[in-house]
């Protein structure tokens, strides 16, 4: 399918998940770069993968707003886990900006530069993330706003399969006795 050129196009997918939001920031490069070096700092400080969490910038008329987010269904507790050791992954995410080996100008490969987020290369920089990460370890504690409520269907003893691939894999269990 092909797009006719000028004509905007948009995806729309209705999720549930777990959500870190910032909403006050001036750029994108101001929000790429301090969300990526905290997804950075989290993964040094957890045992988790960086691309266990993912970002979303969101433009506004008056700014930039970010979230980090968990895409596994039912969440993973990555981010609950940064919740505990808000510091901690804090300091790890100033370490990475401000102890770059390469004593990049704005991001590099050592720093802030992945092959995953080359999409938003052109919006990293090291300088601003540092900027924006000491005015939250100055801000202290972040606060929880709400739970999102678990959304997955739970079995009931005895109950059908809830899906397709529960239903394939009930006939291969009942053919393999």
Request: glycine share 6%.
């Amino acid at each position: 399918c092909q797009q006719p050129q000028g004509v905007p196009y948009a995806l729309h997918v209705e999720d549930t998940a777990d959500v870190l939001l910032w909403h006050d920031f001036e750029t994108p490069h101001d929000a790429y770069s301090t969300i990526e070096a905290i997804r950075k700092g989290s993964a040094t400080v957890l045992d988790m993968e960086e691309d266990d969490l993912q970002l979303l910038g969101i433009p506004k008329e008056d700014g930039y707003m970010m979230m980090l987010y968990d895409p596994m269904p039912g969440g993973s507790g990555l981010l609950e886990q940064i919740l505990k050791k808000w510091e901690a992954v804090l300091k790890a995410a100033l370490a990475i900006v401000e102890e770059c080996p390469s004593s990049c100008e704005t991001a590099c490969v050592d720093c802030l530069y992945s092959y995953r987020n080359s999409q938003y290369h052109k919006y990293l920089d090291r300088k601003k993330a540092a900027k924006h990460i000491f005015a939250l370890l100055d801000a202290g504690e972040i606060k929880k706003q709400m739970d999102i409520p678990q959304k997955i269907p739970q079995a009931k003893s005895g109950a059908q399969p809830l899906n397709n691939p529960e239903s394939h894999l009930k006939r291969l269990l009942i053919r393999a006795g």
